[in-house]
């Protein structure tokens, strides 16, 4: 359990300094922090809390449902997307779980506990970790639950949707988990975007687009019947009022907080990369999503590096937790030019 970033508590902790002292690169959380307006609006919905919240955020899944054209029976609000990670291997009987490795660590988690075998359909860096979906269909059987980041998480790749529709419509006995928790990072059109697959779960997060993790606010998207499984298992107030409030607030008024974050990765991005290209001994894997996956050709490790930066109040994440990677790899998400340009630096001196 202890294999995430953004540990930014701890660290302070262990530094001996101040939260607010730390640049953390290592969650990859909007570069631009809170939404305008919703620390007030949250400040003035705090004495909700004297209440009990909706049972199942009737009022939150209308307006998302409204705003993306689904029913509000294809959708279930959670204390996080995490929640739906681990409740759908055990809801659903599958004979085995594939997952497109490297990737997010919860997913095999979440199979370990449901106690459903789980196969690594591995990504290469020699391909600079393209998903292949022709490959990827060669393995599927039908009866597995088939786990899917996009953009992949730590890689930052990016598989087109209309492709990735396709390929889960071709293959009706297998069920697929899309998360697309860092798809609003990107233009890409989300799954949303196209027909409901019976097949499909698609998972929808609050905490990365907005900055909110610690609130737990996340979304899944299936049809109803699929749903009407999970919802047998829940337990009632999954989600709390002021989680719920946020929701309500961010769906009906952050679309340009949205655009500015989308405006701002396209400038910051770039530049971040053409300056980590520069330096010696770290190569940069091709992305899309607000953060960058490299990998270092030297002797030094992940480990050193971001004991490094940590001198600097630096944060990092080393990859070398996440399947088909090692302790030559790590990340970082885009923050302010101010913080990224004092991570160059930090950097320039270590390479």
Known sequence: MNIHGGNIVATAKKLG???????????????????PGLKETLTAGLDQISYL?????????????????????????????????????????HKRA?????????????????????????????????????????ELQGGELVFICNPNNPTGRLTESRELHDMIMQHKESIFLVDESYLPFTREKSLLDFDLPPNLFLLCSSS???????????????????????????????????????GEYLFQHADTYVEDVLQFLEKERPFFVDSLNKLSGIDVVPGRANFIL????????????????????????????????????????????KENTLCLDALSEIF
């Open 98 to 138: 594939i997952i497109v490795n490297p990737t997010y660590s919860d997913y095999r988690l979440a199979c370990q506990w449901a106690k459903v075998p789980a196969r690594d359909f591995m990504l290469s860096p020699d391909k600079e970790f393209f998903l292949d979906l022709n490959e990827l269909s060669g």
């Open 17 to 35: 300094c101040k939260v607010t002292d730390l640049i953390d690169m290592s969650s990859n959380l909007s570069p631009l922090g809170m939404v």
């Open 294 to 337: 490299c990998h270092i050709r030297k002797s030094i490790t992940a480990d050193e590096v971001h004991e490094e930066l940590l001198k600097k109040r630096i944060m990092i994440r080393n990859c070398a937790s996440f399947d088909g990677l090692d302790n030559h790899y790590f990340r970082m998400s885009l923050k302010a030019r």
């Open 53 to 93: 919240p909706e049972t199942s955020s009737e009022t939150l899944r209308k307006i998302f449902a409204d705003k993306y054209g689904v029913s509000e029976k294809e959708i279930l609000v959670g204390n996080g997307t995490t929640e739906f990670i681990f409740a759908l291997p055990t809801a659903f009987a």
């Open 208 to 246: 990365k687009i907005y900055g909110i993790p610690g609130l737990r606010l996340g979304f899944l998207v299936s049809h109803s019947d699929n749903l009407d499984r999970l919802t047998g298992q829940r337990k009632p107030w999954g989600v709390n009022r002021i989680a719920q409030l946020a």
